[in-house]
């Protein structure tokens, strides 16, 4: 017997049904947390919920492939997914999804917003280097040679600072793939 009482609201949604499940799916999010997302904002509590991030569409499969599973848990457990998939801002299938995958940015308890916000601050940090070499090419094109020569610390690191940003973002993109994808490409494409 379930004596768990989560808080259900059965609605109406005269017609609108159909668009807000395509909406859900081009978000690759359930349509119980888009729902419950305009529901606080509308109440004025969207603070209180966890900005979503999209999955990637690796983590999940299409739409016409998916089957809905209702699976048994503790307490304990079910709460340990719920918050799992907050804290990654997935919904808890695609959350379950990416466990089951294998991705590392889920299993090993890496904080996938971090990465995020780290590869992030590495791409503005290469954009300003990109402003910075189109300043010196264009000193060096006026011949202002003591103008540019603000800029030699910023050359002497450029290869370390790029090979840096490679590094993260390959990283981040490896720690995203699920595990053995890369395998399991590589076999399909020797057939």
């Given at each position: 017997?379930?004596?768990?009482?989560?808080?259900?609201?059965?609605?109406?949604?005269?017609?609108?049904?159909?668009?807000?499940?395509?909406?859900?799916?081009?978000?690759?999010?359930?349509?119980?947390?888009?729902?419950?997302?305009?529901?606080?904002?509308?109440?004025?509590?969207?603070?209180?919920?966890?900005?979503?991030?999209?999955?990637?569409?690796?983590?999940?499969?299409?739409?016409?492939?998916?089957?809905k599973l209702s699976i048994r848990?503790?307490?304990?457990e079910a709460e340990q997914l719920?918050?799992?998939?907050?804290?990654?801002?997935?919904?808890?299938?695609?959350?379950?999804?990416?466990?089951?995958?294998?991705?590392?940015?889920?299993?090993?308890?890496?904080?996938?917003?971090?990465?995020?916000?780290?590869?992030?601050?590495?791409?503005?940090?290469?954009?300003?280097?990109?402003?910075?070499?189109?300043?010196?090419?264009?000193?060096?094109?006026?011949?202002?040679?003591?103008?540019?020569?603000?800029?030699?610390?910023?050359?002497?690191?450029?290869?370390?600072?790029?090979?840096?940003?490679?590094?993260?973002?390959?990283?981040?993109?490896?720690?995203?793939?699920?595990?053995?994808?890369?395998?399991?490409?590589?076999?399909?494409?020797?057939?």
């Open positions: 017997m379930n004596t768990h009482n989560p808080d259900f609201v059965t609605v109406d949604m005269r017609g609108l049904k159909t668009a807000l499940v395509a909406h859900a799916q081009s978000r690759h999010e359930s349509v119980s947390v888009l729902v419950r997302r305009a529901v606080a904002r509308e109440l004025g509590q969207a603070e209180s919920l966890p900005q979503p991030i999209t999955c990637s569409e690796g983590v999940g499969a299409s739409r016409q492939s998916q089957v848990l503790t307490t304990n719920a918050a799992g998939s907050r804290a990654a801002g997935l919904s808890r299938g695609a959350y379950l999804a990416g466990l089951i995958a294998g991705i590392p940015a889920l299993t090993t308890g890496a904080n996938r917003t971090e990465m995020l916000s780290a590869l992030t601050t590495s791409n503005a940090q290469l954009s300003s280097l990109s402003r910075n070499i189109h300043a010196l090419t264009r000193l060096l094109t006026q011949s202002n040679v003591q103008k540019a020569l603000v800029y030699r610390d910023m050359l002497d690191t450029l290869d370390g600072d790029i090979h840096r940003h490679l590094t993260q973002a390959a990283a981040l993109m490896s720690d995203l793939r699920p595990r053995g994808s890369s395998a399991a490409t590589t076999h399909s494409t020797n057939r």
